[in-house]
């Protein structure tokens, strides 16, 4: 089975701190992704990676940014976590050819 | 610009009753469609997938969607609904490459006994 881990299930930060979401998958999958969820919102595409050290942005980078130093690790960062990035954040992956896209189960991110 | 749109926010449905969920798409080209469901505290799972061939998919736990391109429609269904089926479902639509997906706001399925 596939499996996508994130670093943690519940976080804690304050405004200003800087934040790192930590995601890690098990099946050699190229292609890794973070979102964004909010409520009547869905989820929304922050940034991917396809490769080792490539990056894209998605539809809500700013305030963001990732990094991807192995293939099996994705990271996204906060460089100054604000309030309003309060939100649960998800990571997914998938193979260059696949089509379905794993998740992990969330990191619900709450910044005082 | 691609977009999903699931019309119900939430939908409260009686345990056995059927069930029927919603999903438009916008999209150019032929869509790639996804349903996923997230029980509470969870990560999304993959329902069920739509890429060509016949029109009707069947997935998992006992769900199945219909693709009705003249429609631009995906919609979820499920003959007899149980207790466990208590989640929220999201609509998705693969745009361009490298798999990314465009996701619905989601529905809210809640199940009275």
């Known amino acids: 089975d596939v499996k996508v881990t994130q670093s943690s299930r519940y976080l804690v930060k304050r405004t200003g701190e800087k934040v790192f979401l930590e995601c890690v998958q098990d099946?050699?999958?190229?292609?890794m992704f973070w979102y964004r969820q909010d409520p009547g919102l869905g989820l929304r595409l922050i940034y991917f990676?396809?490769?080792?050290?490539?990056?894209e942005k998605g539809d809500i980078p700013e305030g963001y940014s990732v990094s991807r130093e192995k293939k099996e690790r994705f990271s996204l960062i906060l460089e100054s976590a604000s309030t309003n990035q309060t939100s649960m954040y998800l990571c997914?992956?998938?193979?260059?050819?696949?089509?379905?896209?794993?998740f992990g189960p969330g990191t619900r991110l709450t910044v005082t | 610009a691609q977009s999903v749109t699931q019309p119900d926010i939430h939908i409260t449905v009686s345990e056995g009753a059927s069930l029927e969920l919603r999903c438009n798409y916008s999209?150019?080209?032929?869509?790639?469609l996804f349903w996923y469901v997230q029980s509470p505290g969870q990560g999304l799972q993959l329902l069920l997938k739509y890429f060509s061939g016949d029109t009707l998919v069947q997935g998992i736990k006992g769900f199945e969607a219909e693709f009705k391109r003249s429609q631009s429609s995906f919609n979820l269904r499920k003959p007899s609904v149980h207790w466990s089926d208590a989640a929220e479902y999201f609509c998705a639509v693969s745009s361009g490459g490298y798999n990314k997906l465009i996701f619905g706001a989601g529905t809210r399925l809640a199940v009275h006994p």
């Open positions: 997914a992956s998938s193979s260059i050819s696949g089509d379905e896209q794993y």
């Open positions: 999209y150019g080209a032929t869509p790639y």
């Open positions: 990676s396809y490769d080792v050290k490539m990056k």
């Open positions: 099946m050699d999958h190229e292609n």
